[in-house]
């Protein structure tokens, strides 16, 4: 018998197109050599040209899942993905003070503020925008917006690296212990940089902008790469290298998959064993 590996949480949506979403997660998570744990917030509708709909799990289901999995398995991470409502931010804030998951509590709580899918389509409902700033933001370890999401929480329209710091320091201001800032959607940029901010110091986190339209799922990837590396104990600045290590591999892997956009590859780990 083997010991029981580290364990990470995924509260998120599913993805039944299998690029995005908790499943990316999952598949990260394993990747990683963890044990994925999962708390369904939403069903979505969804393959690779876009989402055309989706329907919300109820918040007290949301919160009995996060609730059963913390207290008999345990989790040395957790993080979120597709929250949908501002019913379900509530009850997952609730959950985690219960358990023990947030900043300054035993378990690191990365905060992924999704939005919307990358074609476009809605995953949160505007008045739940309130609920991430006030509920969850003060309660994460990490915030990981892309350029998208820092304008619409905090109103800063990212052009250049310069503005990435402006955006850090805003997102800093509504609560985390640490903000991401990933500077995939930079298109001006000829790299994709990113970068890492605690109130004082800078971190930046260099990275080659690959020429591929396949990077659905690639936030889910980092975020849950960085949640794989804090389960097993690594510190912030640690984890996050190792996200951003994890998910240049994956865009470079990156692979097409039906009509539209492709996910990024959370396989590149595994051996070229044909069997
Ligand atoms: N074309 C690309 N080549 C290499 N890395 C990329 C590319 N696009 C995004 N990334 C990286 O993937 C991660 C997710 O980036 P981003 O696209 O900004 O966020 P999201 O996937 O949430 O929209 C970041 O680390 C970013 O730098
Ligand atoms: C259920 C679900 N969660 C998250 C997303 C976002 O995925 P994507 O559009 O690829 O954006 P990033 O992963 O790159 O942030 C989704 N589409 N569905």
Same mark, same amino acid.
């Given at each position: /018998?083997?010991?029981?590996?580290?364990?990470?949480?995924?509260?998120?949506g599913?993805?039944?197109?299998?690029?995005?979403? /908790?499943?990316?997660?999952?598949?990260?998570?394993?990747?990683?050599?963890?044990?994925?744990?999962?708390? @369904?917030?939403?069903?979505t509708v969804q393959?690779?040209?876009?989402v055309?709909?989706f329907?919300?799990?109820?918040?007290?289901?949301?919160?009995?899942?996060?609730?059963?999995?913390?207290?008999?398995?345990?989790?040395?991470?957790?993080?979120?993905?597709?929250?949908?409502?501002?019913?379900?931010?509530?009850?997952?804030?609730?959950?985690?003070? !219960?358990?023990?998951?947030?900043?300054?509590? !035993?378990?690191?709580?990365?905060?992924?503020?999704?939005?919307?899918?990358?074609?476009? +389509?809605?995953? &949160?409902? +505007?008045?739940?925008?309130?609920?991430?700033?006030?509920?969850?933001?003060?309660?994460?370890?990490? @915030?990981?917006?892309?350029?998208? !999401?820092?304008?619409?929480?905090?109103?800063? !329209?990212?052009?250049?690296?310069?503005?990435? &710091?402006?955006?850090? =320091?805003? /997102?800093?201001?509504?609560?985390?212990?640490?903000?991401?800032?990933?500077?995939?959607? &930079?298109?001006?940029?000829?790299?994709?940089?990113? &970068? #890492?901010?605690?109130?004082?110091?800078?971190?930046?986190?260099?990275?080659?902008?690959? +020429?591929?339209?396949?990077?659905?799922?690639?936030?889910?990837?980092?975020?849950?790469?960085?949640?794989?590396?804090?389960? =097993?104990?690594? +510190?912030?600045?640690?984890?996050?290298?190792?996200?951003?290590?994890?998910?240049?591999?994956?865009?470079?892997?990156?692979?097409? #998959?039906?009509?539209?956009?492709?996910?990024?590859?959370?396989?590149?780990?595994?051996?070229?064993?044909?069997?």
């Amino acid at each position: /018998m083997s010991s029981t590996p580290p364990r990470a949480l995924t509260i998120a949506g599913t993805d039944s197109g299998g690029g995005a979403g /908790m499943h990316a997660d999952c598949r990260t998570f394993f990747s990683c050599g963890v044990h994925a744990t999962t708390a @369904v917030t939403a069903v979505t509708v969804q393959n690779s040209l876009g989402v055309t709909g989706f329907t919300e799990i109820p918040p007290e289901v949301v919160a009995a899942q996060i609730r059963a999995v913390v207290t008999d398995i345990g989790v040395g991470a957790a993080k979120t993905g597709m929250l949908a409502s501002a019913g379900i931010i509530s009850a997952i804030a609730g959950a985690c003070d !219960e358990v023990g998951i947030g900043r300054g509590r !035993e378990i690191p709580f990365v905060v992924d503020p999704v939005s919307a899918s990358m074609h476009g +389509d809605q995953l &949160l409902h +505007d008045d739940a925008l309130d609920g991430l700033r006030g509920e969850l933001f003060p309660r994460a370890s990490l @915030v990981t917006p892309n350029l998208d !999401e820092v304008r619409l929480l905090t109103g800063i !329209e990212v052009t250049s690296r310069a503005g990435m &710091l402006d955006a850090a =320091k805003a /997102m800093y201001e509504l609560g985390p212990q640490w903000v991401l800032i990933k500077g995939g959607h &930079l298109a001006s940029d000829p790299d994709c940089m990113d &970068l #890492l901010y605690d109130g004082a110091d800078v971190v930046e986190l260099p990275g080659p902008r690959f +020429d591929t339209r396949h990077t659905h799922g690639g936030g889910d990837t980092l975020a849950s790469a960085i949640t794989s590396a804090l389960a =097993k104990g690594a +510190d912030m600045p640690e984890a996050v290298a190792f996200g951003k290590r994890f998910v240049v591999r994956a865009v470079e892997a990156a692979y097409p #998959l039906g009509g539209g956009v492709g996910p990024v590859s959370n396989f590149w780990r595994l051996s070229a064993d044909p069997i």
